[in-house]
């Protein structure tokens, strides 16, 4: 293995080259090519029929809810339409693809030629905006899923045995595939991340996707090289493939970097193959030796016939597009009164749907801010993941501030509340009631804690007597460390007043 090398000092001699390819699962009822259901989280292999199972004799059938969403994805990234496109066969082998081949297209993709901007948020980068061109945007169905049994990291090497899912098999994807992008080396990771979000946040207001990372619904496969500064020929690429989070594509782009300057440096010559990205230490590992697309063996399928969107409908479904990205950034921004450091850092932290999910489940813009760049943005840096992967919704976010504002609970005990949301321990109204967290109002058990804490501090009892109002801080403070925080400090402020002033 050669040596790493750090990448500052990398881009001090290379370039990197990046390709991203996006795959979108779409979120129609029923698959690509048949009418099973596409239930995320069903019993395994229940949801699978001849067709996605590949049997012999099984026709397929092209869902006509997915060309239509694979054509509003094309014009949202200012693709061409084709007006006449087909299916093709992928041929390769892959255990958790049952017919030996992928129908996906190849040469005729039904979106190409387009081209979307994606502006870095990132301290320091505020405003700088890069044009991503576009190749296609082509329809293909999802393979399934392996899983490895019996290892300690889940990869097949060191499982006893594999287990095969074929439920996926066959949903609706659509890969957005890049032209080469080469930008400033120090801006290529910033870039691929803001990227993918970018594709997250347009292809989500369209709502042909659920667009969730930890699902798999969407994610990325980063391809990289390097090449000397100032030269044009383009080095060899590694495939790091399913990078399933903002956070992971920038790592994954950093280490590849990394990767590629040792092995320059050594001397040797970078093997065009797959990687396998690892959330445990933002390293890659080998998968396979990378086929080129003549090694694909595609042909025409001859089982489906030729898809020609009638232009009409194309016109028609390009009036359907919702605003873009940028466009609805600016109008929120105004709506929530924010400034362009608030908004910079929402969007930023990956945080803008989670925060307007949570504004239209009745919180106010300033504390939807608050709880998903504060208290979860923390929680999410310490699991190592992006906020849209913690374990609690936006209606759950607005359903605790709802119990703050009804004086149930206040932010100390918010934050418990929040604790056991994401432990698993229920919704907030659940918590609160499992843990004992409502806050204390009963003016007799308030009263005698306000006693104790007079009684515990004469001197400050005293300057409060003698008219200083301000030193009464320091005992609400012994009245909720004795009420362990469950006490209303408005009401034991007034009861304090009450006895001493």
Request: one cysteine or more; glycine letters at 8%; a negative charge.
């Amino acid at each position: 293995m050669s040596t790493l090398v750090d990448v500052d000092e990398a881009l001090t001699r290379y370039q990197p080259v990046m390709g991203l390819e996006v795959h979108v699962e779409l979120n129609t009822v029923s698959k690509m090519f048949c009418g099973c259901a596409t239930t995320f989280g069903a019993e395994p292999n229940t949801q699978v029929c001849p067709v996605c199972l590949g049997l012999p004799g099984a026709l397929p059938v092209v869902n006509g809810k997915a060309v239509e969403s694979a054509i509003r994805i094309g014009l949202a990234l200012n693709c061409q339409i084709a007006a006449w496109c087909r299916f093709a066969r992928k041929n390769y082998f892959y255990p958790d693809m049952p017919k030996n081949f992928q129908t996906s297209q190849y040469d005729e993709p039904i979106a190409y030629d387009g081209w979307t901007e994606v502006t870095l948020s990132d301290e320091g980068q505020d405003g700088e905006t890069y044009r991503i061109e576009i190749e296609r945007a082509h329809m293909e169905e999802d393979t399934g899923k392996s899983l490895h049994v019996g290892g300690a990291t889940g990869r097949i090497h060191g499982a006893d045995h594999s287990l095969v899912d074929f439920n996926r098999a066959g949903i609706p994807l659509i890969e957005i595939v890049t032209k080469t992008i080469e930008v400033p080396g120090e801006k290529a990771a910033s870039v691929a991340r803001a990227y993918v979000a970018h594709l997250r946040d347009l292809i989500g207001g369209l709502g042909v996707s659920d667009v969730r990372m930890d699902q798999g619904s969407l994610r990325c496969d980063v391809n990289l090289s390097l090449k000397p500064l100032g030269s044009h020929e383009l080095g060899t690429r590694s495939e790091t493939k399913n990078v399933n989070s903002f956070r992971s594509v920038e790592r994954a782009v950093r280490y590849e970097i990394s990767r590629h300057a040792g092995i320059l440096d050594a001397g040797k010559k970078v093997v065009q193959e797959t990687r396998h990205f690892h959330e445990s230490d933002g390293t890659t590992s080998p998968g396979r030796e990378k086929s080129d697309a003549e090694d694909y063996r595609y042909f025409p399928e001859p089982d489906l016939a030729p898809v020609a969107p009638p232009r009409d409908w194309v016109e028609e479904l390009r009036g359907t597009l919702p605003e873009q990205p940028s466009a609805r950034r600016k109008r929120l921004q105004q709506e929530w009164e924010f400034s362009d450091l608030d908004m910079r850092d929402t969007v930023g932290a990956g945080a803008l749907e989670l925060v307007a999910a949570t504004i239209d489940a009745g919180a106010s813009p300033q504390v939807a801010r608050k709880w998903w760049l504060g208290e979860l943005a923390r929680r999410a840096n310490e699991q190592g993941v992006d906020l849209d992967a913690l374990a609690i919704s936006p209606e759950q976010v607005a359903g605790i501030q709802a119990l703050i504002d009804a004086g149930r609970i206040n932010d100390k005990l918010a934050r418990d509340v929040f604790e056991g949301v994401l432990a698993g321990e229920g919704t907030p109204e659940e918590v609160v009631s499992a843990r004992g967290l409502e806050v204390v109002s009963d003016e007799g058990a308030l009263g005698e804690a306000v006693d104790r804490a007079i009684e515990a501090n004469p001197d400050v009892a005293q300057k409060i007597r003698d008219g200083k109002v301000q030193a009464a801080g320091a005992l609400i403070g012994a009245v909720m460390k004795d009420m362990r925080g469950q006490a209303d400090a408005a009401r034991v402020r007034e009861l304090i007043l009450e006895k001493l002033a």
